[in-house]
């Protein structure tokens, strides 16, 4: 949906908001789904794989005239907020302009729910373990509403773009005041003004993808790190996989932008930068004007004066050569890829609509060990698709060895409504499926350590970002390739890159000393 779409609508969503008192003609217990449909039907369609995929190319605007107006940014004075944030770095880099509207709009921060004047859940979708934490939150919240009644709570981010969902909290848990999408945050202030004095449950979600809102304030959450969003949503379609639903269609940030982000954060002293999106490597597929892929963009970020450059996710599919090939140019480009694999058997990869096999995958391992004889992998693995078998698990666990990541994240299959996988019957136990996991994070487990080890007596450099958390004497950070290692040293260095001597290995940390002088070998 672009400004002017949702312009349109704004005059419709009027009457879409619940007026808590005028809806008693029918008890909230009584009502069925079609009593809440209407909320739905200009500003939502539930989660439609066959709709979606035919995903048009309808033109994606920039705006770059956000603004809080005067009287919103008096509107939080002396309030304070607190945003709580479940799931993936998306998320938590979303809380970050969250933070920086609410900012604006006067309020300040509190970790503290007794002492916030708007508490708003950032939720995630990616599996029902995600959602239940969040609906024990809501649960949670309600003797907080009850003894302050003006209190504002919000529900958003990905759980919110859910139709099941949205229905739920309208019938179950009316302490939620504002429920709104992953589309809709650049609509916070108009939210919170519709939430606090129409008294109403204020619903907007936006099932059309929406517009790139490029000057959006930010709290970042640090000084050392950033998030950079470089493109928005995904059209891969994993067939379990609700995000192509709850973030819409593939939507790159403007090049320019982009890099005009990553030079005031370097500017500003970050030391490091993730360049973030579902899928990056489909970065500027969506330009219609303009050839410029993520090989382009990594090179042209590579040439600002930032230390470190990450970027996550990685689809293998969308990983070519000319992306390898500037990778293994170096610099400030860091030799870790996150490359989620989702399963070693080639069966269930065409059943996850992957569209890679087995060996494709392989294949595209040993040229980028080819071109980064050093690089670190790592990887995401769901274990318990549909019907998995033993055999197609075990493909899964050699698979883990013959790549040799270093770390996984691992998750059992969790079926998500609307998505392909879950419409499928499955054969496989759930008591069985626990069990690969755990045979899985056996080994998973084991290659961390075997990795940890290598670096027993080497010098790495590292990242300091703060003193560990276990022990205020002991500082903490990150390798290049983004082990912890926790170290005894002066609070002085806290941002700053430092040689450290590791000492000894965990299985998913190292302990070293600070050295003074560069001993060469890349951490
Ligand atoms: N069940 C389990 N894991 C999932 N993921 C995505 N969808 C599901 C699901 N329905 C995992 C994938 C993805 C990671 C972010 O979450 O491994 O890479
Ligand atoms: Fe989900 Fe990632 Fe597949 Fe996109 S590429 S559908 S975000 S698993």
Redesign the pocket.
């Known amino acids: 949906m672009n400004e002017q779409q949702r312009k349109e609508q704004a005059q419709i969503k009027q009457g879409l908001s619940v007026d808590k008192k005028s809806s008693q003609d029918i008890p909230l217990s009584e009502k069925t789904t079609e009593d809440f449909a209407h909320y739905f039907q200009t500003t939502y369609e539930p989660p439609d794989i066959k709709k979606a995929r035919k995903r048009g190319r309808d033109k994606v605007e920039v705006h770059y005239d956000f603004e809080v107006s005067d009287k919103m940014q008096q509107i939080g004075k002396g309030k304070k907020f607190l945003i709580r944030t479940y799931g993936?770095q998306m998320n938590e880099h979303d809380t970050e302009v969250m933070a920086g509207i609410l900012t604006e709009m006067g309020y300040e921060a509190t970790l503290e729910a007794q002492d916030a004047d708007i508490i708003l859940l950032n939720t995630c979708a990616?599996?029902e373990n995600a959602e239940n934490k969040v609906f024990g939150e809501i649960g949670h919240l309600k003797p907080l509403k009850l003894e302050k009644p003006d209190l504002i709570i919000g529900v958003c981010g990905c759980m919110s773009q859910q139709e099941s969902v949205v229905n739920k909290i309208l019938q179950k848990h009316q302490q939620v005041d504002l429920i709104f999408g992953t589309h809709n945050i650049h609509r916070l202030p108009n939210l919170i003004e519709e939430a606090m004095f129409s008294k109403a449950q204020v619903v907007e979600v936006w099932s059309k993808e929406g517009d790139i809102i490029e000057n959006l304030p930010k709290v970042r959450h640090g000084k050392i790190k950033a998030w950079v969003n470089i493109m928005y949503g995904c059209d891969k379609f994993c067939t379990?996989?609700i995000v192509p639903m709850t973030r819409g269609k593939e939507r790159s940030r403007r090049p320019e932008d982009i890099v005009q982000e990553v030079r005031h954060l370097a500017a500003q002293g970050y030391q490091e930068v993730t360049l973030l999106g579902q899928n990056v490597n489909a970065y500027g597929k969506d330009f219609d004007d303009l050839d410029y892929q993520f090989g382009d963009l990594l090179e042209d970020v590579s040439k600002i004066d930032i230390p470190r450059v990450r970027f996550t996710?990685s689809h293998p599919r969308d990983f070519d050569d000319k992306l390898i090939e500037i990778l293994a140019k170096g610099g400030n480009l860091l030799d870790h890829i996150h490359l989620?694999v989702?399963s070693g058997s080639s069966h269930i990869l065409r059943k996850m609509n992957r569209k890679y096999t087995r060996e494709d995958y392989l294949e595209l391992v040993r040229k980028i060990k080819n071109a980064i004889p050093n690089v670190t992998l790592t990887t995401?693995?769901?274990v318990g698709f549909p019907n998995e078998t033993e055999e197609q698990f075990e493909e899964t666990m050699t698979l883990m060895e013959e790549v040799g990541f270093e770390s996984a994240?691992t998750?059992?299959?969790?079926p998500?409504d609307g998505t392909p996988a879950a419409a499928q019957q499955d054969d496989i136990p759930d008591d069985v499926k626990k069990e690969r996991l755990h045979r899985l994070n056996a080994l998973v487990n084991q290659q961390s350590a075997e990795s940890m080890k290598y670096y027993e007596g080497k010098v790495v450099k590292v990242l300091v970002e703060g003193e560990s958390k276990k022990d205020d004497t002991v500082l903490a950070g990150y390798t290049e390739k983004n082990k912890v290692v926790n170290f005894k040293g002066p609070r002085s260095i806290i941002g700053s890159i430092v040689d450290v001597k590791v000492t000894d290995a965990k299985t998913w940390s190292l302990n070293g000393e600070l050295v003074k002088k560069t001993v060469g070998v890349n951490g």
Do not use: K, L, M
């Not at 998750?411 to 969790?414: D, E, G, K, L, N």
């Open positions: 993936c990616i599996r379990y996989c996710t989620p989702q995401d693995i769901i994240y998750f059992i299959y969790s998500r």
